[in-house]
C-alpha cells in the first residue's frame, strides 16, 4: 500500500482529476508569494471598487435617501418608473447616445488617425506635436477657455467678434440656448478626447517591430493602408482595445465638462445625459436609491458595448 | 465739472435741506412708497462737483495767514448736546471715568453718530486770512460705537470747501488690555534698563523698566498663548482719551495740515456732519497758518541744528531693542502682530509652535495706519534706529513710513507726534524677497541722526504714508479719471463694439478727446520714467504703465483704425490701471523689530537680517517635522476640557479666519466656556462635509451656517432637530429645554445648570453672570421689536416646526454710482417705472442696468403680491402646488421676461466690472457681497457709489412694495446630537445680538472693510460698522423682504423657471406661454416628493377643499 501511495504522489496530478474549486486551490497554494504581493491592490479593489458596484446594484433595489437607515426594499419599481414614469431618463438616454455615437468613434478614429500621423515625424518634431495634441486633456480644466470663447456676455470672443461683423445685433446666450448647448458640447468633448488612447496609440506604433514591414514588403504588400490594416494595426490590438474602452467610458461619462459650461441642468435639459440624470437624483434630489438604478443601467450599457467593441477589434487584420 | 458758485451753493441749500428731512430714522410700512434713503439728483451732484484740496489752495496763493486764535464756542452749536445731558454718555459713564478728566473738560459737547453740528462764530476783520482747524475730541465707547475710524464731513458756511474735507478721520487709539506697570521703591540711580523679551510657560512677555527718581517702573507685556503655545491675538481694546487732531488728508496725498481761508464778518458757521460713530469734541480752535506748531525742518537744517549745539553720538548708549509685535497703541485695530515662520532670524521663533513675533503682513499697508512704540535712552545724543523687516510685495517699488515722534522735545505740547524733519515722512524700504535690516533713512544712503535725551520716554509712530511716491500716483489716479472720460464719450458715440470698419470722425467729432490720449500717454510714459529713477529699478510694476502709454499714443495718432479697433483693450487697461494704483497705495511690509542705537554703532545697531545658512535648514527640517504634529482643530484653544465636562462638537464650513474668530469668542473671559462650562470642539470643514458624516452618523452636534434649502432637505428626512414645535422627535423632558430658562452655577468647582433664577436659588453655589439662556420664543425676541425679520424665519419651518435658527441673511439692494447719474441729470429711480423711464437715458449712452433674471422673477412676483405657492396658510397643504399659474405671477414674469426681450437688459455681464467703468451705473445684487467686492476692487471709485432698496412696484391696488428675496444660512442641531441643552445654549448664544455684532466687527477688524458681515439679528446689524446711511438703507430693505419656503421639491421650481425665460429670450416664445407649459412638470415632481415623505398631496385639478378630510 505505501508503496503503491508514494507511486501515485511521485505521478504528476493530471487537470482533469481534481474538481475545478480543488485545483484552483492547490495553484494559489504554490502560487501563495504572488497572491500575498497582490493582496494590498486587491483588497483596495475590491472594497473601493467591486464593493460599490455590487452595493449600488442592492441599493437600485431600495428607496435608500442617505440619511435614513434603513432603506424599504422596493423590488423592480424604481426600474419600472424609470423606463416608464421618467420622460426625462428617455430623453437623457437619447442624448447620451447622439452623444457617445458621436463622439465615441470619432474621437477613437481621429486619436489613431493622428497618432498614425505623428508616427511618421521625426523623433524631435513628434515629441513637440504629440504634446501640442496631448496639452488639452493634461491641462485639467482647459476647456473652461470655450467658456470665455462663447461667453453669453456681449464681451464674449465669439459674441463681440460677431457683433462687429454685424452678424448679429444682440448677443447669444451660447451655453444657456437650446439649440447651440449639444453641438457645442460635442465639439468640446472632441476637443478635449485626444487623451490617454491617444497616447497609448502612438506608444503602440513604437512596439511595433520594423522588420515585420520588411516581411510584408517581401510577402507582397502593396500599399500603407495594407500595411496599417494586415501588421501595424493587428500588432497593437491590446492598445486598440485600450484606447477603445476609455473612449466609451468617457463619451457615456462625459458629465462634468457639460455642467462646466451650461451649468446644472443645461437649458431644457437639451444636453442631459444619463450621467446628469444620475447626478440630478443623487445629488440633488437625495434618491439616491433611484439614482443607483440609473446608474446600474449606465453600466449595462457601457459593459455590453464595450463587449460589442471587443468582437469587432478581433476582426481588425482579417 | 466745474459749476457757477450760484448753482453750486443752491446745490448745497438743496441737499442739506434734503438731508434734513432724510434726517430722522423713517420706518417705512410695508406697503408704502418709503422716505428713500437713495442719494437726491442735488447731493449727487453734490458729491461730483467739488474741488480738490490743490485746486482750492492754489485759489490762495497769496492769502495772508490768519491773525490770532479764533476760538469756537461750545455754547454756540447746534445738532449737537453737552456731555453731561447725553442720555449715550450717561449710560456709558462717559464722564466719570479718570481719562476723562472731567474737571478740565466739562464744557464738551457729544456728537452722535447721525449727528450733524454746526458751530457759529465771529471774525473780526483784520483776523481775515488762513488758518488750520484743530480739534481736541474723546473717542468715547458707548453703545452707539463700534470699531471703525471716527469720519466727518467738514462744512464751511454750509459748504464743503474742497473734496478732501468731506472725509476727515479722526483716529482711535488702540491699546493692548494686557500691560501692567508695577511701580516700586529703590536706591539706584536713574537708569534704563534694556527690554526684556521672554517666552515663559504661558506665554511671551516683554518687560519695560527704568528707575527715575528714586522709583523702579516696570511694565509686563504679554502675549497669551494656547495649550500647543500657539500665540493668540492679545485683545486690543480702545483707549478712550483727549487727542489733538488738525485737519488733514487721510487719503495720504498731501502731507501736513489743511489750510482753510476764513472771511471776515459775524455768523460764519463750521459744521462737522457725521459719517462714522460718535465722538465728543472738547473744543475746536481756527490757527493762523504762521504758527510754528506745525512748522517742519528739512534735515539739513536739523543736522545744522546739532552741529551748533554740538550734540555727538551717544557715547555709551545702549543698543535698545524694540520688539514689534508689542506696540504700545496702534491706529486701527487690524494692526495686530502676528506670527511669521519664514525665516529663522525672526525673533522669538520655534518651529513647533506659531509664536507672533512680527507686526504687520495685510492689515498694516493703508495709508494711515500706525503702530506707536515707547522707548528711553541710556545717554544724551544722537542715535540711528534700524528696522528688520521683510517688503517682499512691491517688486520694483518702495514703500514709505512716515517716522514720527513724541516726548522731550519732539510732537506737540500735547503728546501728538510729529515728523522731526520733512525728509521723515518718507523712510524709504526697498524691495527683496528676503528679510533685510537697515537704518532708517530716505533712500539717499544717509541714516537719521535723532537726538534723544536721557531720562525722557519717547514714543515712535511708524505710519503707513506714500512718502515721496506720492505725487506720482496722484498723477496716475488724475490721469485715470481723465482716460476713463475719454472711455465713456467714446462709448457714448459708438458702443459696446465699435465697428473697426466704420469710420467715426473721431478727429471731426472729438478732437478733445484724441488729444486728451496724446497728452495722458505722455504724462504714463513720464511718471513711469520718474519712478524708474526713484526706484532704481524697472519692475513688471512699471511696465504696466508704459504698455497702457503705448495704447493711448497709438489710439490718439492713429485715431482712424486704432480706437475703434482696441476698445475693449482699453476698456481692460482702465481696470489695470485702477488696480495699479491700488497696489500702488497699499505699503505692505512685515516688522520683526527696531533698534535705536548711538549713531556710531555701525554694524552692531543693526539686528541680522538673514540666518546662516545650517541654522535656517534646521529650521526648515523642525518645522517639516512638527507640521505632523500640529493639533489644527485645537489653534487657540486655552484649556484642555475636564474628562467630565461637557463637551459639544460644532462644525462650521467658512474660512480659517471666521473659525479663528470664532475660537475666539467661545474660550474668551465671559464667552460661551466661561459661561457655561460647555467646551465646545470647533471643526472648520469642508462644504459637503455634512452629508456622509450624518449617514455615517460621526455628524457634530450644532452646524453653523447651513443654507436655508439644506436645512429643510435635512429636516424632511429628519436629520436635523426642530427647535420649535418639536414634539414629534422629542420627549417632554427634552422638549422643555426650548420652553425654559437656564441658569448656570458653579458649585465646588463644577459647573452646574439649573431651571433655578437667582433669585430663588438657595444652593451653595455662585450664579454665573450673563448665562442665562433663553427660550426660542425669547430668542425670536418681543413681537413689536423681534430679533429676525418674518421672512428669516419662515423658510426655516415646516409643518409648524422650525428648524434652526437664522444666522447669516443675504438679500439684493441697487447700487448706483453717483457720478454717471448726476451727469446725466437723472434722479435715481425708486420704482420699476421709473428705471424703464430712465433706461432710453442710459441706452442712448450706451450704458445699461444689470439684474439677475432668476432673483428677478422671484422679486418681481412678490412685489406684484404674487406667491410661489398655492395655499400659504394651509398647514396641510402649503407647499402642495405651485402658484406660478396665478394671474399675478404670471403676469410678473411676463414682465421681466419684457425686459430682457424688450428693453435689452444683458442676460449676462460682469457686474462689478462694468459698474466700475460706468456702463452698468445701476447693479442690482446681495448687498454684503457687491459691497465687499467694490471696497476691495474698485477703489478709484470710492465715495461715488451708493447703494438702497430695490426699486418698487405698483400693485393693482395702488399700493407700492419693493421686496426683495431673503437667502438664509442657520444654525441647526443635527439628529443624534448627544447634549440637547448644551447645544441649544450654544445655538442661542452664537445667534445672539451681542455676539453676532462681535463677530461681525472682529471680523472687520481682522480682515478689513471688505469683510462685511451680513447677520441676520436685525439688532445685531445695528452695532455693525455700516454708516448712519448704509444702516438706513438696509434696514429699509429689511422691513421689506421675504422669502421663499423650500418645501419638498422646491428645487424644480427655478429648473423651469429658467427654461421658461430662456425660451421666451432666445426663441421669442411667449412668455406666459412658456412657463404654463412647465406648471404641469414642477406640479408632478412635488406631488411626487410629497407622497415620498407621507404628505398629503392634491391630484392636478383638486383644491384643499375637494379632499374630504378622509386619506389621500
Partial sequence: MAQNNNAEISRPVKRSEVSKIRWTWEEMKNNKTAYFMLAPFFLLFIIFTILPVVLSMLLSFTDFNMLQMPPHWMGMSNFTRLFLGDDIFLLACQNTLIFAAVTGPVSYLLSLLIAWFINELPPKIRAVVTLIFYAPSISGQVYLIWKTLFSSDSYGWVNATMIDLGVISEPILWFENADYVMPLCIVVALWTSLGTAFLSFIAGFQTIDRSMYEAAAVDGIKNRWQELWYITLPTMRPQLMFGAVLAITNSFGFGAVVDALCGFPSVDYAAHTIMHHLNDYGGQRYEI?????????????????????????????? | MKKPLFQRVMCFILSVATLLGAGGFTVAAGDLKPDTTAATLDEMKAVVGTTTYAEYIAGYKDAKPGKGVIQLSNDRVSGAVKVTESEQCKDANITEREDYDFENHQNAVYLSATSKATWTFDVADDEIGLYYIKVVYYNCDTRDSSISTIQRKLYLDDKIPFSEAGSLQFQKYWVTNNAETVVTDTDEEDKVFDPRYETRADGYYKVYSYVKDGKKYETTYKISQDINGNSMAPELVQSSAWHTYYCQDSTGYEHGYFMFHILNGNSHTLTLEAEREDMIVESIELIPVDTSVVDIPSYEDVKAEYEANGYKPAEGGNIYVIEAEFPDAVSDSSVYATNDNTSAANFP??????????????????????????????????????????????????????????????????????APFQEAYNARFDYNKEWQS?????????????????????????????????????????????????????LQLTGNDPDEYRDYKFDEIMPDVLYEFLVQAENLENVKNEFVELCGTTGSHVTTLHTIALLLDRMGSNYGDDVAANMSTLKSYLGTLGTWINNSKTSPMVVDSLTVAPSDSGKAGLKRATPNFFVSIGFEIASFFWSFFTEYDQMGLTRVPDADSKKIDVWLATGRDQSQIWRGLIDAKDGFTDRTGVAVTLKLVTGGTLLPSVLSGKGPDVYMGLGSTDVINYAIRDAVYAVSGNEKSFTEEQNKIFSSNYYTYIEDGKYVTSTVAPENYTGSGTYVENSKTLTFEEVLGAEDDPNYVKAALDTLQLQGMTFGIPQTMSFAMMFYRMDVLAELGQEVPESWGELLALLPVLQTNNMSIGVNYISAIDFMIYQKGGNMWKYPDDPDYQGAKIDLDSDVALEAFDYVCRLYSDYSFPVSYDAANRFRTGEMPIIIGDYASIYNQLVVYATEIAGLWEFTSLPGSFREDGSFNYNSLAGIGATVMLNGCKDILSSWQFMQWETSADIQAAYGNKMVALIGPSAKYESANVKALRDLSWTASEKLAIEEQMECLYSIVNYPGSYIINRYTKFAFLAAVNDGADAVDALTGYIDDINTEIYRKRQEFGMKVLEPGEEPGDVAGGDT
Avoid: H
Fill in chain 1, 289 to 318: 436609491g433611484y439614482a443607483s438604478a440609473i446608474a446600474v443601467l449606465l453600466f449595462i450599457i457601457m459593459f455590453s458595448s464595450n463587449v460589442i467593441i471587443k468582437k469587432a477589434l478581433s476582426k481588425v487584420g482579417e
Fill in chain 2, 438 to 490: 537697515n537704518y532708517l533713512s530716505d533712500g539717499s544712503g544717509e541714516a537719521f541722526q535723532f537726538y534723544f535725551e536721557e531720562g525722557v520716554e519717547y514714543t515712535i509712530y511708524l505710519e503707513c504714508s506714500l512718502g515721496s511716491l506720492k505725487e506720482l500716483i496722484q498723477r496716475v489716479e488724475v490721469s485715470l479719471d481723465k482716460i476713463n472720460e475719454c472711455y465713456l464719450k467714446i
Fill in chain 2, 349 to 418: 521663533s520655534t518651529s513647533k509652535a506659531q509664536l507672533y513675533n512680527v507686526i504687520g503682513e495685510n492689515s498694516y499697508n493703508t495709508v494711515g495706519q500706525w503702530a506707536a512704540y515707547k522707548f528711553r535712552v541710556s545717554k544724551d545724543g544722537l542715535y540711528n534706529i534700524s528696522m528688520r523687516y521683510k517688503q517682499s510685495a512691491l517688486q520694483g517699488m518702495y514703500v514709505c513710513r512716515a517716522v514720527k515722534l513724541s516726548g522731550g522735545k519732539y510732537g506737540l505740547s500735547d503728546g501728538t507726534p510729529t
